[in-house]
C-alpha cells in the first residue's frame, strides 16, 4: 500500500497561487493520485485525480512528474473559503484499502 | 440528491452500551466504508464492503462490527463501546472501487462521545 507524506500545514494570503507537494515514494503502475478537501465538521469531498503529467479541471491542477513519486496540488488565486485540511491518496486496482495521511492543514489569510 | 446519509449525527454513550450507526447512500455504489477520524487526525478505514453480503476489514476494526445487507445500506455496530471510541464517524460510498476517477462520496459524520 502506497504512503504518502504532505506538509502538516500551510499559509497563504488571498489570491496567491498554493501549491501543495505529496510525496508517494512507493506508488505502484496501476495506482491513481486524488486530491481531497475537507471542511470543519464535514466529510472530505474530491478535488482531482490524475495519473501522470497535469490534469487541471474548474478548481485545481494536478502536476505529476514522470517517476510519479510526488504530486503537486495547485489552487489558483485562493481566497478565505479554500482554508480546509486537503488529503492526498494513493488509489490503486489491487486493493481497497485506502491509506489516509493526516493531511496538509491550508490557511488563507486576508 | 441525497447521496450518502448518516444518523444519527451526535450520540452519547456510555461505557459498555452498544448501538448502531445507520449509512444509506442513493447512488447504486457497490463499495461502501467506515472511518474514523480523531482530532487533527487523518481518516482511519475500520471496515468496507464491496457489495452487498461482502465485507472486510480496515485497518482499525477492533470493537467494531458491520453487515451489508443490501446495497444500499452499511450499518457500524459498536459492541460494547469505549472511551477509546470517541471520535467523528464518516460512511462513504463509491462505484466499483475507488480507482480510475471513481469518486468517493462521504456522509456528514456521526459524532460519537463515550463517556
Known amino acids: 500500500l502506497a504512503k504518502t507524506t504532505q506538509p502538516i500545514s500551510m499559509d497563504s494570503y488571498e489570491g496567491q497561487e498554493v501549491n501543495i507537494t505529496c510525496s508517494h515514494n512507493?506508488?505502484?503502475?496501476?495506482?491513481?493520485i486524488t486530491w481531497y478537501q475537507q471542511f470543519p465538521s464535514q466529510g472530505p469531498r474530491f478535488i482531482i485525480q490524475g495519473y501522470k503529467t497535469k490534469v487541471t479541471n474548474e478548481v485545481a491542477s494536478l502536476f505529476i512528474p514522470a517517476d510519479r513519486k510526488s504530486s503537486t496540488l495547485s489552487l489558483p488565486r485562493v481566497s478565505l473559503s479554500d482554508t480546509a485540511v486537503y488529503y492526498c491518496l494513493v488509489v490503486g486496482d489491487s486493493n481497497y484499502q485506502l491509506i489516509w495521511g493526516a493531511g496538509t492543514k491550508l490557511i488563507i489569510k486576508p | 440528491n441525497a447521496g450518502v446519509t448518516q444518523t444519527p449525527k451526535f450520540q452519547v454513550l456510555k461505557t459498555g452500551q452498544s448501538m448502531t450507526l445507520q449509512c444509506a447512500q442513493d447512488m447504486n455504489h457497490e463499495y461502501m466504508s467506515w472511518y474514523r477520524q480523531d482530532p487533527g487526525m487523518g481518516l482511519r478505514l475500520i471496515h468496507y464492503?464491496?457489495?452487498?453480503?461482502?465485507?472486510d476489514q480496515g485497518e482499525v476494526p477492533n470493537g467494531y462490527n458491520v453487515s451489508r445487507s443490501t446495497t444500499e445500506d452499511f450499518p457500524l455496530r459498536l459492541l460494547s463501546a469505549a472511551p477509546s471510541q470517541t471520535s467523528v464517524y464518516f460512511c462513504?460510498?463509491?462505484?466499483?472501487?475507488?480507482?480510475?476517477?471513481?469518486?468517493?462520496?462521504f456522509g456528514e459524520g456521526s459524532w460519537l462521545t463515550v463517556v
Open positions: 462513504a460510498s463509491s462505484s466499483t472501487g475507488v480507482y480510475s476517477g471513481n469518486t468517493i462520496y
Open positions: 512507493n506508488i505502484a503502475t496501476n495506482d491513481y
Open positions: 464492503s464491496v457489495g452487498a453480503g461482502i465485507t
